[in-house]
């Protein structure tokens, strides 16, 4: 009887236990969502403060770019790509079923996007003054990436590039990113 009892009783534990387990990877799995989403939203506040300085350059402050730069920089890249390793059945999730099968095509839009935050890091901290207009973007300049869409094609292009221009490519990596995976 009492090795019923405690046969039992162990019974229950290790269901206990499977429930419990199973509960902790389903809030894993919403802490990652909730994670992934206040990055999304940090970023966005980043772009709208770098947008700010471009329409109105005397509002420009190197130490505030960088700071938004860096925010877009510290969620890009690898970061992001590991946010979204594993397919999140979630309805708080918007993110599109297509991610782990077009993992790669993911994964370079991510790292583009962590490229364009690190020119503009770099474009801060080479002009702590004031805005020069070499910033700028030139009067007449080809937007976009050209036949090669938003993808950088290397890194000296990307530095040669007024800042004002990386920055718009940046934000068509957010914006292709997010046709192609993010749900309505
Ligand atoms: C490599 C793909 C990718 C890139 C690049 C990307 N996003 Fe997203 N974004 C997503 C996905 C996927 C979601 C949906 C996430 C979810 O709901 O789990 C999302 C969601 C969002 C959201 C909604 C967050 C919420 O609260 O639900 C905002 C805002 C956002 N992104 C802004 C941006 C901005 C701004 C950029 C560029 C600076 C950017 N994203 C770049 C894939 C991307």
Known sequence: ???IADANKFGLVAFMAAVLMMAAVASAEEDVIAIRQADMKAMAAAA???SGMFKDSTTYKATEFKWAADTIRDRSGGVLSAHFASAADSRQ???????LKERDRFDRIASDLRDYAVALDAAAQKNPGPMPASMRMRPGEAMGGGPFGTHVRNEHELSAMPAEHAFHLMLQTCTTCHTRFRME
């Open 48 to 50: 709208k403060t770098i």
């Open 1 to 3: 009887m009492r090795l």
């Open 93 to 99: 999730s918007k993110a599109g079923p297509n991610i």
